[in-house]
C-alpha cells in the first residue's frame, strides 16, 4: 500500500515550457486534490476533483488545467510555465466513507518545481 | 472569501513548557482539520475535530474546536524537540465541493 505518490519530485523548466505532473493513490479515495506551497502562504488549493470525469477549480486555478480520467490518478498540468508557478505541489486525497479518520487528507510526497 | 489566520507564525519554546497555537477563520464551518509538516517533507495528518466542542488528544498534543467562536486550538503540553515542526489547520467547506482552506502555519521551535 504506497498510499499518495507523485512523479516527478524535482523539476526544472523554462519559461514557456509545459509539463504534467502525475498523482497516484492506491486507496481507492473518491477525492483528489492538487495544492501548491508558498513560502508564508500555507497551501493554496489549485484544483479538485469529487470523483472519475469531474474536476473543479480551486482558489488558485489560472494557469493550471487537470484531468481525472482514471479514479486512482490525477493529472496537473502546465501549458506555458511561468517563474511565478515555482513551488511544491502536493496532491491529497480522501475517501467519502470507512473509519473516524475517513474525512482527513492524505498528502503526496510533493513536487519542486522551478521555472527559468 | 474564507480566510483562517493561525498565530503565533513562529514560535520557539523551551523544552517541557506549555503553549497554545491558535487558528480562527472567518465563516461557518464545523469540520477543522490539523496538520504537521516537518523540514522538506510532505504533510501528516493530526486530527480531525467534526463538532463543536470537539477535543482531542494524542500524546502532548491536545486539539480543540468552538465553531460558535470560529476558533480551533492546538495545546502543546510540556515540549520536546521531536515536536518541532510546522503546524497548519485547515478548514472544511462542504457547501463548496469539499474545498480545504488551509492556514499560513506555526512554524515551532522546541529548544533543548
Known amino acids: 500500500n504506497a498510499g499518495v505518490t507523485q512523479t516527478p519530485k524535482f523539476r526544472v523548466l523554462k519559461t514557456g515550457q509545459s509539463m504534467t505532473l502525475l498523482c497516484a493513490q492506491d486507496m481507492n479515495h473518491e477525492y483528489m486534490y492538487w495544492y501548491r506551497q508558498d513560502p508564508g502562504m500555507g497551501l493554496r488549493l489549485i484544483h479538485y476533483?469529487?470523483?472519475?470525469?469531474?474536476?473543479a477549480k480551486g482558489e488558485v486555478p489560472d494557469g493550471y488545467n487537470v484531468s481525472r480520467l482514471k479514479k486512482q490518478n490525477f493529472l496537473l498540468g502546465l501549458e506555458s510555465a511561468a517563474p511565478s508557478q515555482t513551488s511544491v505541489y502536493f496532491c491529497?486525497?480522501?475517501?467519502?466513507?470507512?473509519?473516524?479518520?475517513?474525512?482527513?487528507?492524505?498528502f503526496g510526497p510533493g513536487t519542486r518545481l522551478t521555472v527559468l | 472569501e474564507l480566510k483562517v489566520e493561525q498565530n503565533p507564525l513562529f514560535l520557539s519554546m523551551q523544552e517541557g513548557k506549555n503553549y497554545t497555537i491558535y487558528c480562527n477563520y472567518s465563516t461557518t464551518s464545523d469540520r477543522l482539520y490539523w496538520y504537521r509538516q516537518d523540514p522538506g517533507k510532505s504533510l501528516e495528518s493530526l486530527f480531525v475535530l467534526l463538532s463543536n466542542g470537539a477535543v482531542k488528544q494524542e500524546g502532548r498534543l491536545m486539539a480543540s474546536l468552538d465553531t460558535k467562536a470560529r476558533l480551533s486550538t492546538l495545546h502543546i503540553t510540556a515540549a520536546v524537540h521531536d515536536l518541532s515542526a510546522t503546524y497548519f489547520c485547515a478548514v472544511g467547506l462542504s457547501n463548496t465541493g469539499n474545498q480545504f482552506y488551509f492556514g499560513t502555519g506555526t512554524s515551532l521551535t522546541v529548544i533543548p
Open positions: 491529497a486525497s480522501r475517501g467519502r466513507t470507512g473509519g473516524p479518520r475517513r474525512d482527513t487528507q492524505y
Open positions: 476533483s469529487v470523483g472519475e470525469g469531474t474536476t
